[in-house]
Structures are given as structure tokens and as C-alpha cells.
Nanobody, 123 residues
């Protein structure tokens, strides 16, 4: 069984910063990609940032967060991070951690999701 647990959300003023963490635990054989998604009220879930774990650590970002957000991973701790700077009210959403991984030799590669953490940017 695999668990992804996010933390670090909260209320912050426009222009402020937050750092989100996602700890992956349980039966994990190989992680291919990890990502942060977000979903604002009444909107579809969207990709915020992704990091490729299995080959090179390449990253990609949504245009709306480029230059403000940084995704990274602490491999030793199986932890995914998202540093969010210069936050804007439109960044308000529930942020979800996602991992594309293989749990055991006999289970297929699968997408796992955390429960989400609320980020609210407001004065």
C-alpha cells in the first residue's frame, strides 16, 4: 500500500511564500514521476509542476507559475517539495501530490494521489 501525505498549506498574503511537502511511504519499488496539481473551486484539476524521477530529474511547470514556483525532491526521504513564491490570489486552490510509481514487481505502474492541502492567498 502506498500513501502520499501533503503538508504546508495555509493562508498567506499576496506576495508571500509557502512550501508544500509530500511524503511518499509504503510499498514503493520505483518512482517514475512526481508532480503537484491544483484544483480551484469550480475548475478542473490542473498540473502545476512535474519532476521526472527515473531519468534525469527534468522539470516542467505550468506557464502561470514559471519563475515563481520550484519543484524539487529529497530522494533520501522520498519527499516532494514545492516552493511557492510571490503568491497571487489566483493561486488559491487545493494542491495535490501525485506519484507515478510501481509498488511491487507484480503490480502495474499506477498513479497515486494525496488527500490535498488547501492554499489560500488573500489579504
Amino acid at each position: 500500500q502506498v500513501q502520499l501525505v501533503e503538508s504546508g498549506g495555509g493562508l498567506v498574503q499576496p506576495g508571500g511564500s509557502l512550501r508544500l511537502s509530500c511524503v511518499a511511504s509504503g510499498s514503493i519499488l520505483s518512482i517514475y514521476d512526481m508532480a503537484w496539481y491544483r484544483q480551484a473551486p469550480g475548475k478542473k484539476r490542473e498540473l502545476v509542476a512535474r519532476i521526472n524521477i527515473s531519468s534525469g530529474g527534468n522539470t516542467n511547470y505550468a506557464e502561470s507559475v514559471k519563475g515563481r514556483f520550484t519543484i524539487s525532491r529529497d530522494n533520501a526521504k522520498n519527499t516532494l517539495l514545492l516552493q511557492m513564491n510571490r503568491l497571487k490570489p489566483e493561486d488559491t486552490a487545493v494542491y495535490y501530490c501525485n506519484a507515478d510509481l510501481k509498488s511491487t514487481w507484480t503490480t502495474p505502474r499506477w498513479d497515486y494521489w494525496g488527500q490535498g492541502t488547501q492554499v489560500t492567498v488573500s489579504s
